[in-house]
């Protein structure tokens, strides 16, 4: 993840934080084959539980900030840690009910991010009230979410043996 001025492009900002989500939930529907070794990418553990956490701590995140700027009220800061640490939760085997959980929360939330980004106005997008970037920045921001599950992949190969 990066904290550079978003670069954005013709799409709708809410279709890109719902290709997101998707991207997300088609790696973790592989990650019920997780062995349990974590991944390490850029000096940082990444587990599917990690993962799921951070993609879905972005969307609140942010979420928050946006609701917070249309009311004419201070963000209030994260002072989470973010990806710096990997909690014991994070170390959890991955199961079906894990990624059932995931796929409800991140949905919700991914529609929570359409409608709101659908509600405004292309002024209101580009032109957001408050400090900070801009809510169709904002939205192109979030699909570096990718990040954190491509940093656990594909697990559907894993299992696999070798043909004979």
Not at 13 to 41: E, K
């Amino acid at each position: 993840m990066t904290n550079e001025i978003p670069i954005t492009d013709d799409r709708p900002p809410a279709l890109v934080v719902t290709a997101m989500v998707d991207h997300v939930l088609g790696l973790a529907a592989t990650w019920t084959a997780w062995d349990g070794r974590p991944s390490q990418v850029d000096q940082r553990i990444y587990t599917p539980h990690k993962a799921i956490r951070r993609a879905a701590d972005h969307l609140i995140d942010h979420l928050a900030e946006v609701e917070a700027r249309l009311a004419g009220h201070e963000t209030i800061a994260d002072r989470w840690h973010a990806s710096a640490i990997t909690t014991p939760a994070d170390l959890a085997p991955f199961t079906e009910q894990d990624l059932e959980e995931a796929a409800s929360r991140l949905l919700r939330l991914a529609q929570l991010w359409s409608d709101r980004l659908n509600a405004l106005t292309p002024d209101q997008l580009d032109h957001s009230p408050g400090e900070g970037w801009s809510f169709r920045q904002l939205a192109f921001h979030l699909a570096g979410s990718v990040y954190y599950a491509d940093a656990v992949g594909d697990l559907s190969l894993v299992h696999e043996l070798p043909a004979s």
